[in-house]
């Protein structure tokens, strides 16, 4: 939900997949979410909002973003890259039959595709 990730990685999206628009589905500490899979509520409700993306809104990609001095999962980045790669998992498992891939964002607002395979 960070304002200052959501600019560098709207922006890295276009770039990097051409598309024209980039739908945010946000929350305080998404990686921790939904790598430790214990609030039911919030996990159903980010599936919704994921299932109209793909859906009704055509996206054929989905990124879980993970970034420097995260108030809503103050973890190091280790821990945080550790949770993205159990988040990406849990996201794969919805059956969306899309890419979904992980990304970080450094300190100085810049985004990096994370290869967690």
């Known amino acids: 939900m960070d304002g200052r990730v959501q600019e560098p990685v ?8 051409g598309v024209q628009y980039v739908d945010d589905v946000t929350e305080p500490g998404p990686v921790c979410m939904l790598a430790a899979n214990t609030d039911y509520a919030a996990l159903v409700s980010i ?3 994921v299932d109209i993306s793909v859906n009704k809104h055509g ?4 990124a879980i973003i993970a970034h420097h001095d995260c108030a809503g999962n103050p973890v190091c980045k280790d821990e945080q890259l550790s949770q993205l790669s159990a988040a990406i998992a849990a996201v794969n498992s ?4 899309v890419d979904v891939l992980g990304l970080w964002v450094d300190e100085e607002w810049q985004v990096h595709p994370v290869d967690l395979g």
Not at 59 to 62: I, L, N
């Open 10 to 17: 709207i922006a890295w999206m276009k770039n990097e997949y």
């Open 47 to 49: 599936r919704r909002r």
């Open 59 to 62: 996206s054929h990609v989905v």
């Open 94 to 97: 919805w059956g969306f039959g």
